[in-house]
């Protein structure tokens, strides 16, 4: 298996796991400070709702606490750090926004709890002027206080949220061995990974983890590469194969050379590309970012109507401060902030533990919407792997097959195709090939070698105008393909491609090349129907090749003879024709174009580097299954994050009016800031809570990957 990811450029060594445990660091300072000024908030704001108590219980100074205890003074000083060193982020948030001429969240929270400090030092200083106009003199420290401890509560979990969804990535992080044993001069030597180099000769015995990514060069073992792919079963390898750093060895003991160390390992890639989607903006936060740039003015607009309403009815200002207060606090949508940011976090953390890599948070909400799947045939559908399954000498020719062979496979050596190689590597394990003692080395010399795209390949060998390639090129070139027509269909009815040698203008020979379907491409696709989305094969071959690999998987409708130019074209028409969202799902280096022009561009994990870089989604186990993984999780998220907004939004719409005192008149009830201060604080944590649910998400199990 081949993993390849792309480098971002501004990567440097150790660049991936660097940022994660920068973040990490970041991530645990921020938490040590909130949970410090969490305990203190709490402890003070305790104690003033102990103070308070007398008060709003109506015994006035006639308790059992001491009179200097429950004395505003005593209230004043308890509930000042709690604003103006645990709540300090609160009001510098709010002096920000105000100097960017805007209002965001943290101006309600600064608002609302500054206008009740406010009022009640007021009221602490001069009580006298209230009593004189025969108004209580109330204070509402308590209330601050409280708001403030409830909103950092929310902030905490809001941080612990972040920590959670990061562990996935911990997990990752934590797999690689801190040493590799290197051999050097025939000695196992033991090297810290971070000095691993490109070329090093690693050795790894059973029941070690794998150092860093690199090529199996001697030995054989079985690989467990579940927390990188997702698939729980082992997977064989051989000498040849791919293995991937921080993977388990479960039996078996190999050598392989280093091919990527620090920031191009796919563990740093991985990382990098979760750390990215879990940091963009979705469209939906970005609407939900416009809704609090005019939900906050028009919320103080309320207030200050609700305070101006009520001053002009009773006359008294404490009365109205406490209703301009309470409006303020309820509608507060502090949750609204966390309502998308988190739901992506905590997909994009499950999404990686299940071998789904999502780029950004818009090809996370995108992905749910998806209506049409355009699947590249090749390397996706299939094993990527093309076999020659047929090889006949044409009645025209005049060749022997020793020499036929060794011109073909001398001009399509040449080529950089999987039908190319398919085609040397059948020739070179040919009897007549090997009798005639040709080695690569040996190989007949190629003048003017020239590939023609979508058709062929072409050269002159010793004189002779070689040309390997479809029977549709010949025809255009006027050579008459006509005896060929039933081998041809023939050939296509096994859904094999057909090339054709031609020498001097002369048929020489016909190769049918069939690429094996991967056992689990059916079951894929059938899982994407049951989605209702509409799945297309995009294919260069022949229609009728096509065709018959599409039905083997259950694919109706089947685009072929494209060329690899005019694979965005095609994937566009779609995309006009209103049959959108279109994903496109490929691995190779001509998908690259494809993969950008779709709404959604989904890579195999062993494909090209450049075409997981073009791409929104990088399926790392290159197993077709994990598209319906990746858009059944779309859809969990997005409908995780429309609950979230209902509870950010459902507690304010609901409080609003009862804060701006419409029920007074009629009730009498009054709306305490402190209880509004916990409502909206509730809403904060059913949105963290809800969230979290997607924890919990588990994708149907994928079909193991043939390789």
Same mark, same amino acid.
């Given at each position: ?9 501004c ?28 305990s ?38 308890l ?15 709010a ?18 709890t ?26 509402y ?6 708001i ?62 794998i ?20 698939e ?40 990098e ?8 903006r ?37 009365? %109205? ?19 998308t ?39 996706t ?47 070179r394990g040919?009897s007549?090939?090997v ?16 590939a ?9 060998i ?20 006509a ?19 031609v ?45 018959v ?6 694919i ?79 859809r ?9 907004l209902?509870?950010?939004f %459902? ?12 029920l007074?008149?009629?009730t ?11 409502a ?28």
């Amino acid at each position: 298996m081949t993993i390849e990811l792309n480098t971002s450029p501004c990567c440097h060594q150790e660049a991936g796991p660097a940022s994660v445990q920068a973040m990490e660091r970041e991530l645990a300072r921020e938490l040590t400070l909130l949970r410090r000024k969490v305990s203190v908030a709490a402890l003070l704001t305790a104690l003033v709702v102990l103070a308070s108590l007398p008060h709003m219980l109506g015994g006035g100074h006639h308790s059992l606490l001491p009179r200097w205890f429950t004395s505003p003074w005593t209230q004043l000083l308890l509930t000042t750090p709690v604003l103006f060193w645990c709540g300090a982020d609160f009001f510098k948030g709010a002096i920000a926004a105000f100097r960017q001429h805007s209002a965001d969240m943290n101006t309600l929270v600064a608002a609302g709890t500054g206008i009740a400090w406010l009022t009640s030092l007021f009221t602490t200083l001069f009580p006298q002027v209230l009593v004189a106009e025969g108004l209580p003199a109330d204070v509402y420290y308590e209330s601050a206080a409280v708001i403030l401890t409830m909103v950092l509560l929310g902030r905490l979990l809001e941080a612990r949220a972040r920590g959670q969804t990061s562990a996935a990535i911990r997990k990752l992080l934590q797999l690689q061995p801190p040493t590799a044993r290197v051999l050097r001069q025939g000695k196992a030597v033991q090297v810290p990974v971070a000095l691993l180099v490109v070329g090093d000769l690693v050795q790894v015995r059973p029941g070690e983890k794998i150092p860093s990514d690199g090529v199996v060069s001697e030995g054989s073992s079985w690989v467990e590469e579940a927390m990188l792919t997702g698939e729980p079963t082992p997977v064989a390898k051989a000498p040849g194969d791919s293995v991937i750093g921080t993977s388990m060895n479960r039996s078996g003991s190999f050598c392989f050379r280093v091919s990527r160390v620090g920031a191009d390992t796919v563990l740093a890639q991985i990382v990098e590309l979760v750390r990215q989607a879990q940091s963009s903006r979705t469209q939906v936060q970005r609407l939900a970012d416009q809704v609090v740039g005019w939900f906050v003015p028009v919320v103080i607009a309320l207030a200050i109507t609700a305070f101006v309403v009520w001053f002009l009815i009773s006359g008294n200002p404490v009365l %109205a401060v406490l209703f301009l207060v309470s409006v303020l606090v309820i509608a507060c949508p502090c949750a609204l902030g966390l309502a998308t940011p988190t739901s992506i976090m905590v997909a994009s953390g499950k999404g990686a533990e299940n071998g789904l890599i999502f780029r950004s948070a818009e090809a996370l909400e995108t992905a749910g919407k998806l209506r049409t799947i355009v699947v590249d045939k090749t390397g996706t559908l299939t094993r990527g792997q093309p076999e020659v399954t047929d090889f006949e000498r044409l009645p025209a020719g005049v060749l022997p097959a020793a020499t036929l062979l060794a011109l073909t496979a001398a001009l399509e050596s040449r080529s950089e195709h999987p039908l190319a190689e398919a085609i040397v590597t059948y020739a070179r394990g040919q009897s007549a090939y090997v009798q005639s003692r040709l080695t690569n080395s040996e190989l007949p010399a190629v003048v003017g070698f020239e590939a023609v795209a979508g058709r062929g390949v072409q050269g002159s060998i010793g004189g002779q105008q070689v040309r390997v390639g479809t029977p549709r090129w010949f025809d255009e070139l006027g050579i008459n393909t006509a005896t060929l027509k039933p081998l041809v269909e023939r050939l296509e009815a096994a859904a094999c491609s057909v090339a054709v040698v031609v020498v001097d203008g002369r048929l020489e020979g016909c190769f049918g090349v069939a690429d094996p379907l991967k056992p689990t491409s059916a079951a894929a696709v059938a899982a994407l129907r049951r989605l209702g989305l509409q799945v297309v094969m995009l294919s260069g071959d022949a229609r009728r090749t096509a065709e018959v690999v599409a039905a083997r998987v259950g694919i109706e409708r089947v685009i072929s003879e494209v060329r690899p130019a005019d694979k965005a074209a095609a994937v566009m028409q779609l995309q006009q024709r209103g049959e959108g969202p279109v994903a496109m799902v490929g691995d190779g280096i001509n998908d690259a174009p494809a993969l950008a022009q779709a709404d959604v561009g989904i890579a195999m994990g062993t494909g090209t580097a450049v075409a997981i870089a073009a791409s929104d989604i990088t399926l790392i186990s290159g197993n077709l299954a994990g598209v319906a993984a990746a858009i059944e999780l779309s859809r969990q998220t997005m409908a995780n994050i429309r609950q979230n907004l209902f509870f950010a939004f %459902a507690y304010n719409v609901a409080g609003i009016p009862i804060a701006a005192g419409v029920l007074f008149p009629f009730t009498g009830w009054l709306l305490n800031p402190m209880i509004a201060g916990a409502a909206m604080a509730f809403s904060s944590v059913s949105v963290l809570t809800n969230a979290l649910r997607l924890r919990r998400y588990r994708p149907a199990p994928l079909p193991v990957a043939s390789r």
